[in-house]
């Protein structure tokens, strides 16, 4: 059921753990139109997450 797809990809996009991007990637081609839209938000979420946290260890690593 497409509710229940796109509810997880919800879920998935707060556990704010980059690695679940992978888990996204089949949804993004979905029938439903809604969680494929979802899944994509989800994406670009975890992505942006990602970007940040390579930012602060980079930062992080010129201090010393």
């Given at each position: 059921?497409?509710s229940?797809?796109?509810?997880?990809?919800?879920?998935?996009?707060?556990?704010?753990?980059?690695?679940?991007?992978?888990?996204?990637?089949?949804?993004?081609?979905?029938?439903?139109?809604?969680?494929?839209?979802?899944?994509?938000?989800?994406?670009?979420?975890?992505?942006?997450?990602?970007?940040?946290?390579r930012?602060?260890?980079?930062?992080?690593?010129?201090?010393?």
């Amino acid at each position: 059921d497409s509710s229940v797809r796109a509810a997880a990809v919800h879920s998935i996009s707060l556990r704010n753990d980059p690695a679940l991007k992978k888990e996204l990637e089949p949804l993004l081609q979905d029938d439903n139109e809604p969680v494929r839209l979802r899944a994509a938000a989800g994406y670009l979420r975890l992505s942006a997450i990602e970007s940040g946290a390579r930012m602060k260890a980079g930062a992080q690593g010129q201090k010393k």
